[in-house]
């Protein structure tokens, strides 16, 4: 599922689902208890595919985050409980995301944080992010390629190495028999010339 269709809405926990969509609002379902109401412009939601995280550089979409702790918990659930002090708190997410600006993240971030990538986990919706998999595949094309080039070369020297021997093999004329004629040729125009003198 794309968390494009997972919102956050101000003021409720949780997490919900987009089931349809009307002119004036969107159908969601909470994905703890299955309840759907209608959500209005008015109720400031987001969609997680929209949410960032800030850090001392460029912000993080907060899927790569998701992925990041995914694979740190090693596909399980999170080590840590949301309801932590707020140090344990810093210190684990520290260990997800090293440069998190502790200044603008705050611990009730991470506490969201931590409770939707658990909600996410049940419902067997956290996302490897297209980045990752594109650099994978970037990553098999360049190998392919290069072990084509090299097939190429090798090939190529193969060829040229035949060619060689191919004309290291070829008979060699032999001229001497048709100098030696050639003289002889001569000697007798020579010869039959002085005669006739």
Do not use: C
Request: charged share 40%; glycine share 4%.
């Amino acid at each position: 599922m794309d968390l494009s269709e997972i919102l956050t809405i101000s003021g409720k926990s949780g997490l919900y689902k987009i089931i349809s969509k009307t002119q004036s609002s969107l159908i969601a379902e909470s994905l703890e208890d299955g309840k759907r109401f209608p959500v209005f412009a008015s109720n400031r939601s987001s969609t997680l595919e929209d949410i960032t995280i800030f850090t001392k550089d460029e912000d993080i979409p907060l899927k790569e985050v998701l992925w990041k702790i995914h694979e740190y918990e090693e596909g399980k659930k999170s080590g840590i409980d949301y309801k932590a002090d707020e140090e344990s708190l810093k210190n684990y997410f520290e260990k997800i995301v090293p440069d998190f600006d502790k200044e603008k993240v705050y611990p009730s971030d991470i506490k969201k944080v931590i409770r939707w990538y658990n909600i996410l986990l049940q419902h067997n919706i956290i996302i490897k992010p297209e980045k990752e998999e594109k650099e994978g595949e970037d990553k098999k094309e360049k190998g392919t390629d290069t072990d084509t080039k090299d097939q190429k070369t090798r090939q190529d020297k193969t060829a040229k190495t035949k060619a060689k021997q191919k004309e290291k093999l070829k008979p060699v004329k032999d001229t001497t028999k048709q100098t030696d004629s050639a003289t002889l040729q001569k000697s007798k125009t020579k010869n039959i010339k002085t005669k006739k003198v």
